[in-house]
Every structure is written in structure tokens, then in C-alpha cells.
């Protein structure tokens, strides 16, 4: 009860907020239209700011990045569906910087509620805090929200694009629209007669936008299917182009080498070595290091390595055991937030108590693609060419450096070799901007050594949780969690708009105070560590540790229960959430979960409900003669509605994959300063030889769609340190797990 007295509070405080928020930024401008973006050519039109039609056939705006997540084919499917349109006529573009292609669910996911508990009020609330992304121009692609964002608002604007282009189809043929059909980009009237799209688009597009019906489920070809991929022919023959294909007339080359004493300058540096060199054009100073500019990358490469450069000290302590520290201290500050407090977790509770402490270590995103990005400054126009998450933030930076207007920069989208947050970033693209600032009239494309891009990450931050639980006959009766971190969300959002968000950090604790288990007394708090290490967004965020950090006593509470773990669980959280119950069922079937294994094998259970969807997962592993393999995962999720199955068994099993790596082998430590890690060999990732087999199925029973991009890491981690467990009767607390047990990397 005390929890819900909380929420209703909250809830009004939110409501509240929402209403003098609404009044303060303008009700005109909350409600305006944005101006359509696109510019079409001769013989082209452009219905609404998604659909753009020529004789070529239809092109259709993703106005989210593809970096290998399957977004664009969805994005593009919804479009489809509604504007009818065959699959094989369309294309598919990133749009360019607009407001026309803002993320609201961005926006909507800030609640510092559960999602899985949101009252009917409390979504409305949410859904009418989707505009504020509109006002704040925030077009990125994060936090699993394209899908939730785009279905509804893609699928509108191929409905009315079809119904514009029926409209001019009947006034051209004298006869009322409602005797009108449409099949694979044609109108055709009911005397046969069938009228292209690209013969109407542009009177169209003369047209006003109407009021229009979305098409039943019932009717549905494209969407709830698994589409083909629209980008995987370019990229499994090679023709695909990712920011580091970028070509231009004229082009240099440069890379960078900055202070590897993370946000600190330089004292001095030499490069006279380097521009000895044939083919080095010029070595600028970029304040906290240098670039150099060359005839080719290579050349750049060692020209940067001759030069000869002291640094500044590190603004943080330079030993990695000191900055656990540091996190460690924070305990002992008063919390910035305790977004769950149900029932007294003070009050002495009869039963067995068990206490535990967790740690995880700094993380890199370590993409396949390095940092590269290539801009061409004319001196009254800049254009850039990069792989990013947030093109109107790439926009903005570029243009204060080249003192452009925004209006005066052209950002290009390609595809990305990975992002996982670290291309929601503008670094890449501003020191490109302001080394063709020194080379006006040159195209210069920047790329990043391995080297170079591990150590100067925006890192997913070390933390530490502390937990106490009761257990009496079976039963959980307390459990209580502290969680000690470095904001992600203050210092990114500081560092990308110039200003930290109010309220309570809700990323610090995401995957401990919003998971659905119906126990009494249960408290989770947040407790801020102040360290200038630079910290971003890293695939699932908070959950990415606290799903680690929660699950894992939940397993401890368990065993101390003298309870099965799945079946443990499965009673907790069907008190919740039936959804997330299903989950658990369904993973325990796909596996024939008996609680049993054979003496070489382990399996550990782990669920995270997370980005509004629910994930359970089984991790299986073998003893192989003295190596621990890690041999198989099954995975259920509940999206609510699968928009493409088989591209969400791929979410699935790519995010599982990504967070077993993290659990087995991944780490980020500092000495000295810098970072200790500088490629592969030394920051391990599973491999096509060692990844195991996963299995997934995909529920619909979830009343609200939820995302799918990141659910999919953070039980991962837990179900592999609960396997370990099972197999050896040894409880790791502490990440990677490599650390603690011979597993086969």
C-alpha cells in the first residue's frame, strides 16, 4: 500500500508537470506540424516528410539509423503496409536532419515508474510527453524505442500518402474516391482502369493531408511477417556503404591521437619527425592532442605515432582500484533516488538473511566499424559524412565549430558497423569538422585506430550494488538494494544538449526498482559516485549492471530459500505480471527446465524486464575437460506485437550474445590514468567458434508493444553467472566472469 500511496503522488506531481510543461513551451508549438524536409527532384513528389515518389518507384524516409538492427526494413514495412505499396518498388532512405522526424518515445520512457505497472493516467501522461521530442528537435535512434515510436506515426503516413494519391485519382477520373482501390503502387477504378503512383504524386502532393483509417490487423501482408532485409544483399556482397566507404573527390586523409589521460590537455608536443614524412601534409592541434593529415590512412596512422607529444595528468584517480573506491564511497552519501520503497524494508523481519555486494567493471562499445567520419568545409557550407544515432545533434555541434549556421551543414547517415549508444556521440564528427576547418576546400575523411577508438570510448561505467534479503518457508519477505555508479544520464546529457535533466536519476537503478516481483518489503536506491571518467550510453544502460547485479540475488535468494530458481521467480513474478510469467514459463518448456543436471553440465535462469519487454532466458554450460563452454541459451520475450519475428529472434540473439561477452571476458581498467585495454587480443568478444546456440520464441501477449534492440543483453549476464553456479557452487560477484572460472573464450 505504501508503494501505491508513492505512485499516486508521483503520479500527480508527473501530471502536473506535464501540464505547466505543455503551457510553458507553448501549446502552438506543441502542436504545429513540422515543415517536410525533402526536396524533390524534377518528375518526383514528396506527400508528407516519409514517402517521396518518382519513377523509379517509392522511396520511404527511416528516419532511425541502421546499424545492423533491422530497423530501417520494419520502419519501411509499416509505410508499406498502409500506402500499399509492392516490395520490391521501394527504397529506403535515413532522413536528413529535421524536427519532421523527431523520437517522442524517447521522451516517453522517462517516467520514474515501472513500466510494467503504468496506470492508464500514467501512460497518457507519457504519451503526451512524446511532444517535448518534437520541441527539442530530438531525432535519435535509442533506447529501443523506433519501433514503439514509429508505429503508429510510419504507418499514418502511408495511409494518408495512399489516401492523397486516391483522391487525385478520382478527381482526374470524375468519380468518388470511395469507389477506389489500390494494389502494388497503382489506383485502379472499378472499371480496371489503373493509374500509377508516380502518374499522380504530384497532384497529390497538391493536395491537403486527409483524415485517414489505418488498415485492420486482419488485412496486414507486410507487417507482423518476417520482411527480407533491405540492407543485408549490400552488405553480404559488399556494396553496402558505411560511413569508413565514404569517397570524395579530391580527398584526404587524417586520424587522430589525443590525451590517453581521458579529458585532460597537453603540455607540449614534436611533430617535426612527422612532417619529415613523405605524403604528410599537416599536423594541426586539436587542444587535448593532434591530427595529422596525409596522402592515405596508413601514412596518417604512423605519422601520428612519430609525433612526440606530453600530456597532461588524468582529471580522476589513476588507478583502477582507487576509482572502485571512489564508486564505493558514494555509499556512504544520502541517496539520489529510492524509486521503489514498498512496505518497510526496516522493520526486523523473522527468517534467514543473506547480504551480497556485486561488482561490474567499465565497458567499451567496441565497435566493428571504428570512429571514422569525412567533412568537406567550403568556408560558407560545411557536409559531413558519418555513421550517427542523432544527425540534428552532429548538426548543431559541427556548425558552432565551423561558425555555420545549421541550416548551412549537411549531415549523410550510412549504415554503421555497430553504435550500441557510442554513435548517439558527436566527438567523431566535430574533430572532423575542425580539421576541414584548417583544410577549407579539401574533403577529409578521419578515421580512428583501433587503438586510438578503445581508448577514448565514452564508457559504460563500473558500478556496485550491495543487497539484503530474508527468506522464510520458501517465501521472500525483504530485499533490499543499494546501487553505486557515476550518472550516465547527467554526464551524457550534459555533454550532448548543455544541460543536466531535473528530477531523479532513474538510469542509475533501471533493472532493479522496475522489475515485477511481488515481494513485500522492497527497497531500491541510487547513490550517485562523482568521477569525471567519461561515461555514456552503452547497450541497455543501467540494466546493463543492474541486471546483473538484481537477478544474480535474486538466484542467492533462492538457494537460501532452499527454492528451485526458475520456480522461485515464476511465484514472485506472477503476482506482477502475467506477461513476464509467461516468459519464465516459456523459456522453462523450450529448455525442459527439470532443475537437474547432469555433473559436467550447469544452467542458470535469468529475467529482465526492460525498453517495455520482458525477457527470460536459460544459459547452458559444459565442463570440457577442465574449459567451462558456453553451450546453449534459450530465450523468451514478450513484445506484444511481433512487427517481424524473425528479425526480433535476431535482436534477440545478437543482444544475448553482446551481453555474454560483456559477462565472460569484458573489461575496461585504468593505470596510470589510461586505459589499459588497446584492441581485440585484449578485450575479448565471443566468436563465431565459442558463440553458443540460441534458441528463441517470440510471445504476443505483452498489451503494449515493447522494444527489442537492447532486452535481450541484460539477463543474459546473470543466467550465465547463475550456470556457473549450478556447475561449480561457486557464487561470482564480480565481472567478467573469466576472472573467477576457466571458461573457453
Excluded at 37 to 48: D, H, I, R, Y
Excluded at 347 to 363: F, H, N, Q, S
Excluded at 645 to 671: D, H, K, T, W, Y
Aim: net charge negative; glycine share 10%.
Amino acid at each position: 500500500m505504501g508503494r501505491a500511496k508513492t505512485i499516486a503522488r508521483r503520479t500527480f506531481l508527473v501530471g502536473s508537470v506535464a501540464i505547466a510543461g505543455g503551457v510553458a513551451f507553448g501549446v502552438y508549438q506543441a502542436r504545429k506540424t513540422p515543415a517536410n524536409p525533402l526536396k524533390p527532384g524534377p518528375g518526383a513528389a514528396t506527400l508528407n516528410p516519409f514517402v517521396l515518389i518518382n519513377q523509379d518507384g517509392v522511396t520511404i524516409i527511416a528516419p532511425r539509423a541502421e546499424m545492423g538492427q533491422g530497423v530501417q526494413t520494419t520502419l519501411a514495412a509499416l509505410v508499406a503496409e498502409e500506402l500499399d505499396v509492392a516490395w520490391q518498388d521501394i527504397t529506403v532512405l535515413h532522413g536528413p536532419p529535421a524536427q519532421a522526424y523527431y523520437n517522442g518515445a524517447l521522451i516517453s520512457a522517462a517516467l520514474p515508474y515501472p513500466d510494467y505497472d503504468l496506470t492508464g493516467f500514467q501512460r497518457g501522461v507519457a504519451d503526451n510527453l512524446a511532444v517535448m521530442g518534437k520541441i527539442l528537435g530530438l531525432q535519435v535512434t535509442g533506447g529501443s524505442t523506433s519501433m514503439r515510436d514509429g508505429f503508429e506515426k510510419q504507418r499514418r503516413a502511408g495511409a494518408s500518402a495512399r489516401e492523397a494519391l486516391k483522391q487525385a485519382a478520382a478527381d482526374r477520373l470524375g468519380i468518388n474516391p470511395g469507389d477506389l482501390r489500390t494494389e502494388n503502387g497503382r489506383v485502379i477504378a472499378p472499371d480496371g482502369t489503373a493509374l500509377t503512383y508516380h502518374e499522380l504524386a504530384e497532384d497529390a502532393a497538391l493536395l491537403d493531408v486527409p483524415k485517414v483509417e489505418l488498415r485492420p490487423v486482419s488485412t496486414w501482408k507486410y507487417v507482423g511477417k518476417s520482411m527480407p532485409r533491405l540492407d543485408m544483399v549490400g552488405k553480404v556482397t559488399g556494396t553496402a556503404q558505411f560511413g569508413i566507404d565514404t569517397v570524395a573527390e579530391g580527398m584526404v586523409f587524417a586520424t587522430l591521437r589525443m590525451n590517453p589521460r581521458l579529458g585532460a590537455g597537453m603540455v607540449r608536443f614534436d611533430a617535426s619527425a612527422a612532417e619529415r614524412m613523405a605524403g604528410v601534409i599537416k599536423v594541426i592541434d586539436l587542444g587535448g592532442g593532434i591530427a595529422v593529415v596525409a596522402r592515405n590512412t596508413w601514412l596518417a596512422f604512423q605519422a601520428a605515432e612519430a609525433v612526440k607529444i606530453d600530456w597532461q595528468d588524468a582529471p580522476y584517480p589513476p588507478e583502477n582500484a582507487a576509482l572502485m573506491e571512489a564508486i564505493a564511497a558514494a555509499f556512504e552519501q544520502k541517496p539520489d533516488s529510492t524509486l521503489r520503497d514498498d512496505g518497510d524494508v526496516d522493520t526486523v523481519v523473522d527468517g534467514t538473511e543473506i547480504t551480497a555486494e556485486y561488482r561490474a567493471p567499465w565497458l567499451t562499445h567496441a565497435t566493428m566499424e571504428p570512429m571514422n567520419a569525412t567533412a568537406h568545409f567550403t568556408g560558407d557550407a560545411l557536409e559531413i559524412w558519418a555513421g550517427n544515432q542523432a544527425p540534428i545533434v552532429v548538426q548543431q555541434k559541427t556548425a558552432k565549430i565551423c561558425g555555420l549556421d545549421q541550416d548551412q551543414v549537411t549531415v549523410h547517415t550510412p549504415f554503421m558497423g555497430g553504435g550500441f549508444g557510442r554513435r548517439g556521440e558527436s566527438d567523431f564528427a566535430t574533430y572532423a569538422a575542425q580539421i576541414a576547418k584548417e583544410m577549407p576546400g579539401t574533403p577529409v575523411k578521419v578515421t580512428w585506430t583501433r587503438e586510438e577508438d578503445m581508448r577514448h570510448d565514452f564508457y559504460r561505467p563500473a558500478a556496485m550494488a550491495r543487497f539484503r534479503g530474508v527468506v522464510k518457508d520458501g517465501e521472500a519477505l525483504v530485499l533490499e538494494g543499494r546501487i553505486a555508479a557515476p550518472s550516465t544520464t547527467r554526464q551524457a546529457a550534459l555533454r550532448i544538449s548543455g544541460m543536466v535533466p531535473p528530477g531523479k536519476d532513474k538510469g542509475l537503478v533501471e533493472g532493479a526498482f522496475d522489475q515485477p516481483y511481488g515481494i513485500p518489503n522492497f527497497r531500491i536506491s541510487g547513490h550517485i559516485a562523482d568521477l569525471s571518467v567519461p561515461i555514456g550510453y552503452w547497450r541497455s544502460v543501467g540494466y546493463s549492471y543492474n541486471g546483473f547485479f538484481f537477478d544474480s540475488f535474486i538466484d542467492e535468494m533462492a538457494h537460501a530459500a532452499g527454492r528451485d530458481p526458475l520456480e522461485f521467480r515464476l511465484q514472485l513474478i506472477a503476482r506482477e505480471h502475467g506477461p513476464s510469467a509467461g516468459c519464465l514459463r516459456a523459456v522453462a518448456e523450450m529448455c525442459e527446465w527439470t532443475g537437474q543436471t547432469a555433473g559436467n553440465v550447469g544452467r542458470g535462469v535469468g529475467f529482465t524486464y526492460s525498453f517495455g519487454t520482458p525477457v527470460a532466458q536459460v544459459v547452458e554450460v559444459v565442463d570440457e575437460a577442465g574449459e567451462i563452454r558456453i553451450r546453449k541459451v534459450w530465450i523468451a520475450c514478450d513484445v506484444g506485437t511481433a512487427l517481424d519475428p524473425r528479425n526480433i529472434a535476431a535482436q534477440m540473439m545478437g543482444g544475448a550474445i553482446f551481453g555474454l561477452s560483456a559477462a565472460a571476458g569484458e573489461e575496461i581498467s585504468f593505470a596510470g590514468g589510461e586505459v589499459q585495454q588497446w584492441n581485440y587480443p585484449d578485450y575479448d568478444l565471443l566468436r563465431m567458434h565459442n558463440a553458443p546456440e540460441v534458441a528463441v520464441r517470440v510471445l504476443e501477449t505483452n498489451p503494449h508493444l515493447g522494444g527489442v534492440g537492447e532486452p535481450g543483453t541484460p539477463p543474459a549476464m546473470p543466467a550465465l553467472a547463475n550456470a556457473l553456479f549450478d556447475l561449480t557452487g561457486m557464487r561470482a560477484r564480480s565481472l567478467p566472469l573469466s576472472k573467477s572460472f576457466p571458461l573457453k573464450l
